[in-house]
């Protein structure tokens, strides 16, 4: 009898364990927030608000890591009614991984790839929690020209990759046209495999911007899906859906209706079903594949090589020569000493271009439409002149010769103006 009670209370111990397990606990960013702000990091830099949730990465069920985008600061998070914030990183500066792909891997983190304002990097970064540092981790094989990522997830034991094979210059002009790889990493091996090369447009290949695929503001992640939130300018959210195995990227009638959430009330992905939690507690679910599909990329489809047309290529070359050759008879001398500038030269003089026009709003409040014309960027698309605004406000403030603040507008308090100081 004593050991049919035993039984029985280890048997429901077990199945409240399960029960708890499957639901990720409540996120207080509030009180994470301020026990990170305790350990002095910019606020600029950290950027809390806009980036946490596509910057943290679920160790089990009560403990997380968190990587602020575009910095190599590292953070244990345990959670509970009152989570405890732990830095275990050493560095105290920022890198070149804003939008770079964080993910676990044997109870080892990695992050790979990401972007600068003016440069990328490529690098496959592990974090080393003995002499707490982020290591380069080599990889047999992988191309030494590679400029930067541009797409990658992750299925299994290995990593699909889009690379990209070009100076980083060219890494601003979205219609310019780029040597491409896509392949995978095997991380048991750690080997690279190159399966397509090709040439395209980052514009034709990639779902948003021209830094690569965009991760979002919010990333819930499983072994088959992962669903990416994007901030909108009325403070909405859009939700899309990436299926990993078919290399999928969708935006449903199902995935429009999801809700924002903060942290008491998430998202969290359970095979192929997706679970929305409030605040209160009760929670919907659906299936990943539910709804009709209005938006789509096929990566695997478009990562394959594109078919050679000859007849293209007489139509383009023969003209072309005929032109060189004119050019050559009708001028003898050529000058190339004033004809080419260091990439290093071009972008500081771009940057020193921008911060003389903020001197001249100095001490003034501009709207966003002002700042995007003095950054020459108001010509893009929505997405990009969002993502490129946000890393050159962050560059300007890191050179802190000038600093640029966002305020509510005093017209209407919905929409924020710019404060230059």
């Known amino acids: 009898m004593k050991f049919k009670k035993i039984f029985s209370f280890l048997f429901l111990f077990l199945f409240i364990n399960k029960l708890f397990a499957q639901y990720p606990r409540i996120i207080d960013t509030l009180e994470i927030h301020n026990q990170i702000k305790a350990f002095g990091i910019d606020e600029e830099v950290l950027n809390f608000e806009l980036y946490f949730f596509s910057s943290i990465v679920f160790k089990n069920d009560s403990t997380l890591y968190y990587n602020p985008n575009q910095t190599l600061h590292l953070f244990e998070i345990h959670l509970g009614d009152i989570p405890k914030v732990f830095k275990i990183s050493n560095h105290n500066f920022s890198g070149h991984n804003f939008n770079r792909h964080l993910f676990l891997h044997n109870d080892t983190l990695y992050s790979y790839g990401g972007q600068g304002l003016f440069n990328s990097s490529s690098k496959f970064l592990y974090f080393d929690y003995r002499s707490k540092l982020w290591r380069t981790k080599e990889i047999k094989y992988y191309p030494f020209d590679s400029k930067k990522v541009y797409n990658s997830w992750k299925i299994g034991n290995k990593i699909m990759v889009l690379l990209g094979h070009f100076s980083d210059f060219q890494t601003t002009k979205i219609d310019t046209q780029i040597q491409f790889s896509f392949g995978e990493i095997n991380l048991e091996k750690f080997e690279y495999v190159q399966k397509n090369s090709f040439v395209s447009t980052s514009q034709e290949l990639l779902f948003q911007t021209p830094i690569g695929f965009f991760r979002g503001n919010y990333i819930y992640d499983s072994d088959l899906y992962s669903l990416h939130g994007y901030y909108q300018e009325d403070g909405d959210t859009k939700w899309r859906i990436f299926d990993k195995i078919a290399g999928s ?173």
């Open 249 to 421: 990227f969708n935006g449903t009638t199902t995935t429009d209706l999801l809700k924002p959430v903060d942290g008491i009330s998430y998202h969290y992905i359970i095979d192929s079903t997706i679970n929305y939690r409030d605040q209160h507690g009760n929670i919907e679910s659906f299936d990943a594949n539910s709804g009709s599909i209005f938006l789509s990329k096929d990566y695997f489809e478009l990562y394959k090589p594109k078919p050679k047309s000859k007849s293209l290529y007489y139509v383009i070359c023969v003209p072309l020569i005929v032109i060189v050759i004119f050019y050559f008879t009708k001028r003898k001398k050529i000058y190339y000493s004033n004809s080419m500038t260091s990439i290093s030269q071009t972008l500081t003089e771009e940057f020193q271009n921008i911060e003389n026009k903020l001197k001249d709003q100095q001490s003034k409040t501009i709207s966003k439409e002002k700042l995007d014309e003095i950054f020459g960027i108001s010509h893009h698309s929505y997405d990009t002149i969002k993502t490129r605004r946000s890393l050159i406000i962050n560059a300007v403030n890191r050179n802190k010769k000038l600093k640029i603040e966002r305020v509510r507008s005093q017209i209407d308090k919905r929409f924020f103006d710019y404060k230059i100081s």
